[in-house]
């Protein structure tokens, strides 16, 4: 088990690009999360996939922002028409839950530059 | 709405100090709170886990004491070494229905050799 990753690690884009980053969670866990880090700020909660149902999604994830987990492994988060402010680290962590709650943990973060 | 607020914002340190690192969350409906490293560019790395019926929990020279009902936690270091130096997260994950972490926006730790 290597950890949750995340690609790419670093994507420079022009504002009104799309983006499209990729989480591969550690293995059989059945919860993914996405969270936004600006500078020097705490991670900002985005959504979060038990199995591959979307259950929760935060006011901070616009319409210009979707995340998908088609078979409940990986998961996928597209920016569209991608403004300066999009601009962050974002984050994903992954846990196994059966109903207590435990640790998520995180991958290394794909940092997001638009121009 | 929760809230976490950590002091200091920043904080430097000779090697070999003790130090305490401080956490306060506005509302105590709380399942655990948790201590977090991050290095400089990198992700999160857990280091401790504290859940709501817990006390403290210790991990080597690191000890995180919660106390729910005031709203508080610590995050104790013992003799400090130029490796400690990073960023230090703490989150809390509110009762609700809701899956999401909260998190303060760290101290910033220096060590000096």
């Known amino acids: 088990d290597t950890g949750v990753s995340q690609d790419p690690r670093h994507k420079i884009t022009k504002r009104g690009q799309n983006v499209t980053f990729r989480c591969d969670p550690i293995s059989e866990h059945n919860r993914l999360y996405w969270y936004r880090q600006t500078l020097g700020q705490g991670p900002e909660f985005l959504t979060y996939?038990?199995?591959?149902?979307?259950?929760?999604k935060s006011r901070l994830l616009s319409d210009r922002f979707s995340a998908e987990r088609p078979k409940g492994s990986f998961s996928t988060l597209e920016i569209q028409r991608t403004e300066q402010g999009d601009s962050a680290m974002y984050l994903c962590?992954?846990?196994?839950?059966?109903?207590?709650?435990?640790?998520?943990?995180f991958g290394p973060g794909t940092r997001l530059l638009v121009l | 709405k929760q809230e976490v607020t950590q002091i200091p914002a920043a904080l430097s340190v000779p090697e070999g100090e003790n130090l305490v690192l401080n956490c306060s969350f506005t509302?105590?409906?709380?399942?655990?709170l948790q201590w977090f490293r991050q290095d400089p560019g990198k992700g999160l790395t857990s280091l401790l886990l504290?859940?709501?019926?817990?006390r403290e929990q210790t991990s080597g020279r690191l000890n995180a004491s919660l106390d729910k009902s005031s709203g508080r936690s610590t995050l104790y270091i013992a003799a400090s070494q130029p490796g400690d130096s990073a960023t230090y997260l703490c989150a809390v994950e509110p009762q609700g229905g809701s899956e999401k972490l909260v998190f303060g926006k760290g101290t910033k730790l220096t060590v000096n050799p």
């Open positions: 996939f038990q199995n591959e149902a979307q259950l929760e």
């Open positions: 962590a992954s846990s196994f839950s059966t109903g207590a709650r435990e640790t998520q943990y």
């Open positions: 509302d105590s409906a709380i399942y655990n």
């Open positions: 504290i859940q709501s019926s817990q």
